[in-house]
Structure formats: structure tokens, C-alpha cells
């Protein structure tokens, strides 16, 4: 079955800890995005791949970084100076290389993280 | 002003009732999406629409481009309907016209 796949379910991190986020994509997709989600809010985008090897931040990277070397993958890393990251976060992916078009995006089924 | 707006923000109804959800939007858009998110957590997209209505099975969705409106409606509701329903628009500005998401309306749906 295609889909996308996040690992952990859930994740807790210690102060002043790195943690990263899987996210694993079988859609052949070329786009993958990484959101945050807070109660009360709507979904912000932290970063977004359109190719390999490329990325792009979004409206809230500080804090945060990524990688995609390659084009099913697309980890997350949240960093130690990322000072607020209790947060649910979902990745998803699109069929093509602008989001502008208008495209379907895919979700995972999110990773939960807690700060201990 | 949140440039993508739902109403309401939390939605009660009986098992059988028609829902109608609401969604406002300020920007320029290519494309409008209605999305379903479980109490698990895991989104599905339900529509994408840049015109017109669509509809699959009980769900149809509408947008007025001219308004700057967009409708999501539920007939004979159920209560496996209970769910988040987020709006959000494909913008041409902003991260690369990437999604703006509405904060959700939370749907209950009672037996």
C-alpha cells in the first residue's frame, strides 16, 4: 500500500536534547512538507522539500532543520535551541513541485512530542 | 486577521441532521481544500476545489470565488462524522503558495 509513514508515534525529548522525526513517503512524490500543529491553531508550515537535496523554510523554522538527501525521505530534526516544541507534527507530501497548483497533499498519521 | 477563517469553531449536532461548515478566506487562491482530521491525529484530504461544488457520497463541498466563501455540508450526519474539518487554501503568495490552513471546526456528532 502507498502512503506516508512517521516514526514515533510518540517522542519525548530531555532539555538541551536533539530529537529527529521520520517521515518515509512510498507515493513517489517529489514535494514533502512538515507542519506543526498547536491546540488551538491552525496548521504552520516549518519546512518544505520540492526536490532532492533541496529545502526551503517555512513560516516557522527557527529552531528546527532538515534534510533530503533522498526523494522518500524527509527527517526533521528539532533542536535544543527550539524552546517551545510540545507540539503534534504531521508530514505530508504532493504529487508535484509547486504548491501554488493547487495539489492534493498526503499526511502521515503524526508524530506527538512532549518535553520532559 | 487570520486570512483563512472557519465558523463555527465547535459544532454539536444529532445523529441524521444536515451540518454545514464555513469557510472564509482573504487571499488570492488557486485551489480550495477540506480536510479531515480523526481524533487520532491523521489528516485525509476530502476535497480540493477551485470552482463550483463537488460531492462524494454524503459530503459536498461548495466555493463562491466571488465571495470568497466556501462550504463544506454533511447530510444525514453520523456519528463516525465526528471529527476536525480544516479548510485551507492554496495561495499564490507567501512559502511558495503552500497550504494556509483555517484553525478547524470540532464536529460532535451524538446517537
Known amino acids: 500500500d502507498g502512503g506516508i509513514t512517521q516514526s514515533p508515534k510518540y517522542l519525548f525529548r530531555k532539555e538541551g536534547q536533539n530529537v529527529t522525526l521520520s517521515c518515509e513517503q512510498n507515493?513517489?512524490?517529489?514535494?514533502m512538507y512538515w507542519y506543526r500543529q498547536d491546540p488551538g491553531q491552525g496548521l504552520r508550515l516549518i519546512y518544505y522539500?520540492?526536490?532532492?537535496?533541496?529545502?526551503q523554510k517555512g513560516d516557522i523554522a527557527e529552531g528546527y532543520s532538515v534534510s533530503r538527501e533522498k526523494k522518500e525521505s524527509f527527517p526533521l530534526t528539532v533542536t535544543s535551541a527550539q524552546k517551545n516544541p510540545t507540539a503534534f507534527y504531521l508530514c505530508?507530501?504532493?504529487?508535484?513541485?509547486?504548491?501554488?497548483?493547487?495539489?492534493?497533499?498526503?499526511f502521515g498519521p503524526g508524530t506527538r512530542l512532549l518535553v520532559l | 486577521k487570520n486570512e483563512v477563517e472557519q465558523s463555527p469553531q465547535n459544532l454539536t449536532a444529532q445523529e441524521g441532521e444536515f451540518i454545514t461548515i464555513n469557510c472564509s478566506y482573504s487571499?488570492?487562491?488557486?485551489?480550495l481544500h477540506w480536510l479531515q482530521q480523526h481524533p487520532g491525529g491523521g489528516i485525509v484530504s476530502l476535497f480540493m476545489l477551485s470552482s463550483g461544488k463537488k460531492k462524494h457520497g454524503r459530503l459536498i463541498a461548495t466555493i463562491n470565488i466571488q465571495e470568497k466563501h466556501s462550504s463544506l455540508h454533511i447530510t444525514a450526519s453520523h456519528p463516525r462524522d465526528s471529527a476536525v474539518y480544516i479548510c485551507a487554501v492554496s495561495s499564490y503568495g507567501g512559502s511558495q503558495g503552500n497550504l494556509i490552513f483555517g484553525k478547524g471546526t470540532k464536529l460532535s456528532v451524538k446517537p
Open positions: 487571499v488570492g487562491i488557486s485551489a
Open positions: 505530508a507530501s504532493s504529487i508535484g513541485r509547486l504548491a501554488s497548483r493547487g495539489e492534493t497533499q498526503y
Open positions: 507515493l513517489n512524490h517529489d514535494a
Open positions: 522539500s520540492q526536490i532532492v537535496n533541496d529545502f
